[in-house]
Nanobody, 125 residues
Framework: QVQLVESGGGSVQAGGSLRLSCGVS????????MAWFRQAPGKRREGVGA????????YYVDSVKGRFTISEDNAQNTLYLQLSSLSPEDSAIYYC??????????????????WGQGTQVTVSS
């Protein structure tokens, strides 16, 4: 069974950067849709990006396009989310999620049965 563990969250000033990591274990499928979601206080969880591993191209929602980058390191069994040019509106708990052998864009919560515990990102102005 796939298990996910996020790390790398923290506090940063506006304009700064962070890199989130998602350690993946128990992965056995030939390909899996992996996504990053975020949830700010009082708001619904939203998908910010997704890609098929291994080797797929990433999709991003418009609000993060050009600022966030999803990448994978197969040797380390790790998925990354690089966050750049951060603003206070990016403050949220960020989750990685594992889904099925296909991705729907934008990513939808219902397509992802496996979730990490989340990591907090706080951006101050």
């Amino acid at each position: 069974q796939v298990q996910l563990v996020e790390s790398g969250g923290g506090s940063v000033q506006a304009g700064g950067s962070l890199r989130l990591s998602c350690g993946v274990s128990g992965y056995t499928s030939s390909q899996t849709c992996m996504a990053w979601f975020r949830q700010a206080p009082g708001k619904r969880r939203e998908g910010v990006g997704a890609l098929i591993i291994p080797g797929g191209s990433a999709y991003y929602v418009d609000s993060v396009k050009g600022r966030f980058t999803i990448s994978e390191d197969n040797a380390q069994n790790t998925l990354y989310l690089q966050l750049s040019s951060l603003s206070p509106e990016d403050s949220a708990i960020y989750y990685c999620a594992a889904g099925r052998s296909w991705c729907r864009y934008p990513p939808r919560e219902d397509d992802f049965p496996v979730w990490g515990q989340g990591t907090q990102v706080t951006v101050s102005s």
